[in-house]
């Protein structure tokens, strides 16, 4: 709880699946909040393998599968960013 307290939202989290006990803090965040996008997490593992996560989070999550790099970007070929509030499905 402490790392949630000082980092405050919107905060990014790398590889939430090395550090499982941040995810019942992590769901008092989310239904604490009315804004979407407040905790951002990322994975190698994909989600619903992710027990611990599946269960702590259900029915508050969106989840994006990304592809590795693409030539164009390991290339530095400009292209347009991702933005979330163009994108309208997920699946949960």
């Known amino acids: 709880m402490l790392?949630?307290?000082r980092y405050r939202p919107p905060v990014l989290?790398?590889?939430i699946q090395k550090a499982p006990?941040?995810?019942p803090y992590i769901k008092e965040i989310v239904d604490a909040s009315d804004q979407t996008g407040t905790v951002?997490?990322?994975s190698s593992q994909p989600f619903h393998l992710m027990k611990e996560a599946s269960k702590?989070?259900?029915g508050r999550v969106g989840v994006i599968?990304?592809?590795g790099l693409s030539g164009a970007g390991i290339s530095g070929v400009p292209s347009e960013p991702f933005s979330p509030v163009e994108f309208t499905s997920c699946a949960v």
Do not use: N, V
């Open 40 to 42: 951002w997490l990322t």
């Open 13 to 15: 989290i790398d590889e």
């Open 3 to 5: 790392f949630l307290q």
């Open 65 to 67: 599968e990304m592809l």
């Open 21 to 23: 006990k941040l995810l």
């Open 56 to 58: 702590s989070l259900a």
